[in-house]
C-alpha cells in the first residue's frame, strides 16, 4: 500500500477521533449549561437563601426575666449582671488539665467543680457551661491575657436571678433553675411561635410563682443577623429586633408580716395562711423552714442538695400548701356551724360532758377527762368540750359532715394561682370505698364519725384549707377564691393587668343569725377561753380557736406525755382566727409541728399577726432574739412601731 493512502487513512480516523472528542465536549458544555440553568434559575431561591445563611447568622436575644415584687413593690426576685468562666466540654481534649489551669489562673473551689460535673451530667456536651459565676474585674483580665491557652473556655456576661431577701418567702417565690432535659422534651411539644420564645433561653422557673407565671417572667425573646466570617465569628448587625423584659409580678403578700411570721416561728416547723376574707388576697402564706433560693441559680452543690433532701424538716416541701394535717379543735366552729345550718341542733341545746362518752364498750376521753357539766354551742367551743362534738358527730352522720364541709373548701383544692395545692382528706363512705380493696377496710364504722367530729382519724387538710374555710365563715358565708397575684405589668410602663377576674364571692346560703353565733363564741375564746391569756390587753377585738391534732395516735388506756415521745411524735399546735371581730379584715390558720397546745404556741403568733396588721406594730428586738435563742415561742413583749423597723432586713 503506498504511503498516501496510509496517510488518507490515518487522516480519517483523526477527524473521526477530533469529532467524537468535539461532540462529547459539546455535550459536556451543554450538560453544564443545563446545570447552571437549573441552579441559577430553578435553584436561585434556595441557593440565594442558603449563601445568605453561610453569610449571616440570626442569633437569640434572651430577654431580662420580670421582676417579682410584694403588695408595697418591695422586690422579692431581680436580676444583675456578672461575668461568667464558662466552658464547652466537646471543645476540651483534656478537661481535668484545663481544669486545673485554669485554677492558677482564677479561684476555682471544689464546690465550683462538683457543680460543674453535675451540669455536664444534666446538659449536651457541646452547650456552654458555667464553671465560675460573678468573676472580678481583675479576673477577667487575667484570663484574658492567657485565653489562646484554654480552647473552648470563654468568658461571657450574664444576667443572673437575685433573690434579695434570701429565705424569706422562698416557697411563695420559688427559684430558677436550667432547664432539663424532661422540660426541653416539654418545650418541643410546644406551637413553634413558643418554641422560638425559649430559643437561647437556658433558665425556667421551678417553684412558686417563678414556675407559676414562667410565661408572664420570661418575657420575649429579641433576635439579631448578624454577618459572620468563614470561620463563624461576627463582624456586623445587620438587622435585630429587640428583646422585650418579663413583666413585674406583683403579689398580695406583705413581705414585713411574710418575714415576721418566719422570724416568731424561730427554729420550729410549721405553716401560716392568712388572708384578706373581703376578696381572698393572701397577705401571707409562711412554710418553715425555708430555704435560700439562690442556692439554686448557679447550679446547687452536692453537699447543699443532699442538705435540703435528706432532713427530716424537709426544708423545700411547702408546708402550706403540701403540708397536709389534722385540724383537731379548730374544726369544731365548723362543726357547730353544720348543726345549726342543718338543724340538729339549735344554740341553746344543752349535751352533758362527763370528760368522757360512751359508744358500746368503747370510751372516747375529752381532755384529761375533766367533766365540764352541762354544754351549749357556745361554751363548747370557749371550752372545746369534745363529748359536745361526739355526739354532734354521731347524730349527723359521716356523709352529712362531708356534704356541709365541702363546699368549706375542705378537702376541696381551693384554686389558688400557685403550683402545687394537694387535695387533702375530707372522709365520707364513698371516699372510704374507694381509697381501700378489701371489704374489711371498706367499711365505715360508727367509731371513725366519732373522731371525724373533734378534728381527728381521716380528717387531713392544709393551712390553706383551714385559712379558706374560716375566712369565709368570717366573711359572713361569702366564699372568695385565693390569690397571691395582684397584677403584672409591662416593662414598658404599661397599665397593670390584673392576673385573674375581679373577685365575685360566692354566698353559701348560711343564716346571718348562725354565723354570728359562731363568731361570738370565737370571740368569747379570747376573752374567757383557751386564748384569753394570750390575746390579754389587745386594744382590738378577735375570734379564734385553739387546736391540738395528734401526730401519732395514743391508745385509749394511755395518757399523752411529751416528755415521753420524740419530738417529732409529739402533738401539733394549731390556731384559726379572725379580726376584728366586728368587721374582719383578716383570717388566719397556723400551726406549729409538734409544738403541743394551740394556745401556748400557735395563738401567740396569731396576736403578732393582728398587731402588725391591725396596730403597724411589730416586736421588739428583744422578742425577736429571745425566739432565735429558742427562749420563747412569739413572745408578747413590748412591741415597737412596724414603720420604725429598719427594712428591708439582711439576708
Known amino acids: 500500500m503506498s504511503p498516501f493512502v496510509d496517510s488518507e487513512r490515518q487522516l480519517a480516523a483523526f477527524r473521526a477521533r ?20 437549573y441552579l441559577q434559575i430553578g435553584k436561585h431561591q434556595e441557593l440565594q437563601v442558603q449563601a445568605e445563611s453561610n453569610r449571616t447568622a440570626v442569633l437569640p436575644v434572651v430577654p431580662d426575666r420580670g421582676l417579682i415584687v410584694d403588695r408595697h413593690g418591695v422586690v422579692l426576685a431581680s436580676n444583675y449582671s456578672a461575668y461568667t468562666l464558662e466552658i464547652t466540654p466537646s471543645a476540651v481534649e483534656d478537661l481535668d488539665a484545663t481544669l486545673a489551669g485554669l485554677a492558677d489562673i482564677v479561684e476555682i473551689t471544689e464546690r465550683d467543680i462538683r457543680r460543674f460535673r453535675r451540669l455536664m451530667e444534666e446538659s449536651k456536651r457541646f452547650e456552654s457551661l458555667p464553671l465560675r459565676i460573678r468573676l472580678s474585674d481583675e479576673e477577667v483580665a487575667r484570663f484574658a491575657v492567657q485565653r489562646f491557652r484554654f480552647p473552648g473556655v470563654d468568658i461571657r456576661a450574664r444576667l443572673l436571678r437575685h433573690y434579695p431577701l434570701g429565705d424569706t418567702a422562698s416557697h411563695v417565690v420559688g427559684y430558677i433553675g436550667r432547664i432539663n432535659q424532661r422540660e426541653k422534651e416539654l418545650i418541643s411539644d410546644w406551637p413553634e411561635d413558643q418554641q422560638a420564645n425559649y430559643r437561647g433561653t437556658e433558665y425556667i422557673g421551678k417553684l412558686g410563682i ?15 443577623r448578624v454577618e459572620t466570617t468563614a470561620g463563624g465569628r461576627a463582624i456586623r448587625t445587620l438587622a435585630s429586633t429587640a428583646a422585650t423584659r418579663g413583666d413585674t409580678v406583683a403579689l398580695t403578700i406583705d413581705i414585713k408580716l411574710q418575714r415576721l411570721v418566719e422570724d416568731m416561728f424561730g427554729e420550729r416547723r410549721g405553716a401560716l395562711v392568712a388572708i384578706d376574707p373581703r376578696n381572698g388576697e393572701v397577705l401571707a402564706l409562711v412554710s418553715k423552714p425555708t430555704f435560700d433560693p439562690n442556692l439554686f441559680v448557679e447550679g446547687i452543690d452536692v453537699d447543699n442538695w443532699r442538705a435540703l433532701n435528706e432532713s427530716i424538716d424537709r426544708p423545700l416541701v411547702n408546708r402550706a400548701l403540701r403540708g397536709t394535717y389534722p385540724p383537731g379543735s379548730t374544726y369544731k366552729p365548723f362543726m357547730a356551724l353544720a348543726a345549726l345550718h342543718t338543724g340538729v341542733r339549735t344554740a341553746s341545746t344543752t349535751v352533758n360532758d362527763p370528760g368522757f362518752w360512751m359508744l358500746g364498750n368503747h370510751r372516747f376521753r375529752s381532755h384529761n377527762e375533766t367533766p365540764l357539766g352541762p354544754v351549749d354551742l357556745k361554751r363548747s367551743i370557749v ?5 359536745y362534738y361526739y355526739t354532734l358527730a354521731h347524730e349527723m352522720g359521716v356523709d352529712a359532715i362531708h356534704d356541709f364541709m365541702q363546699p368549706l373548701g375542705f378537702g376541696q383544692l381551693t384554686g389558688i394561682d400557685l403550683r402545687g395545692e394537694v387535695r ?4 365520707s363512705q364513698q371516699w372510704k370505698r374507694s381509697t381501700y380493696k378489701t371489704p374489711e377496710h371498706q367499711r365505715w364504722y360508727p367509731g371513725e364519725t366519732i373522731s371525724v367530729g373533734i378534728g381527728q382519724g381521716y380528717n387531713s387538710f392544709t393551712m390553706l384549707q383551714l385559712a379558706h374555710a374560716m375566712a369565709t365563715v368570717a366573711n359572713g358565708g361569702v366564699k372568695f377564691k385565693p390569690r397571691i397575684t395582684a397584677f403584672t ?14 373577685p365575685e364571692g360566692q354566698a353559701l346560703g348560711y343564716r346571718p343569725e348562725h354565723i354570728s353565733k359562731i363568731l361570738d363564741a370565737m370571740e368569747a375564746v379570747t376573752t374567757e377561753g383557751t386564748s384569753a391569756r394570750v390575746f390579754a ?7 379564734g380557736k385553739t387546736g391540738t391534732a395528734q401526730a401519732v395516735t395514743i391508745g385509749q388506756r394511755e395518757r399523752y406525755d411529751a416528755k415521753k415521745l420524740e419530738e417529732h411524735q409529739r402533738d401539733h399546735s394549731l390556731y384559726v382566727a379572725f379580726a376584728p371581730a366586728e368587721e374582719p379584715r383578716i383570717a388566719l390558720a397556723v400551726i406549729v409541728e409538734n409544738a403541743g397546745f394551740g394556745s401556748a404556741h400557735a395563738a401567740p403568733i396569731a396576736r403578732r399577726v393582728f398587731d402588725y396588721v391591725l396596730l403597724g406594730q411589730y416586736p421588739s428586738e428583744a422578742d425577736l432574739a429571745a425566739v432565735s435563742q429558742g427562749q420563747a415561742l412569739a413572745p408578747i413583749g413590748t412591741p415597737r412601731l412596724a414603720a420604725d423597723v429598719p427594712w428591708p432586713p439582711a439576708p
Open 18 to 37: 477530533v469529532l467524537v472528542a468535539g461532540l462529547l465536549v459539546l455535550l459536556a458544555f451543554c450538560v453544564l449549561a443545563a446545570r447552571m440553568a
Open 210 to 224: 417563678e414556675q407559676t407565671y414562667e410565661d408572664a417572667l420570661h418575657g420575649r425573646t429579641g433576635f439579631e
Open 383 to 387: 371550752k372545746s368540750s369534745n363529748t
Open 424 to 427: 387533702g382528706v375530707l372522709p
Open 489 to 502: 405589668q409591662g416593662a414598658d410602663g404599661s397599665a397593670a393587668t390584673a392576673t385573674g377576674k375581679p
Open 537 to 543: 390587753g389587745a386594744p382590738y377585738r378577735s375570734g
